[in-house]
């Protein structure tokens, strides 16, 4: 993905394929994490019958926003985009 998006830009060549393999691997733990951790506490407030809509919707947006903070930090670490912010 960034690959395709720093050749767009104009960066060059994403090098840094062992940070977005590791950053692709705890991105992928994350969203499981999340989705197992929304479904759990979700099931017991819906078996209560108290509202539970906004769990999902809460971890959901934690994980967007954590994978969106982690492929930034990937970008951020790639020489390529890192000459191309001090050629600026």
Known sequence: MLD???REA???EYTSTG???TVGLVVAAVNVLGLVLAIALAVPR???HRTAFW???VLGLSCA???LILVVVAAALDPAFTAHLRAG
């Open 10 to 12: 104009g960066y060059g």
């Open 46 to 48: 819906l078996r209560a």
């Open 65 to 67: 926003v954590l994978t």
């Open 19 to 21: 940070v977005a393999t």
């Open 55 to 57: 769990i999902p919707l």
């Open 4 to 6: 395709g998006v720093f």
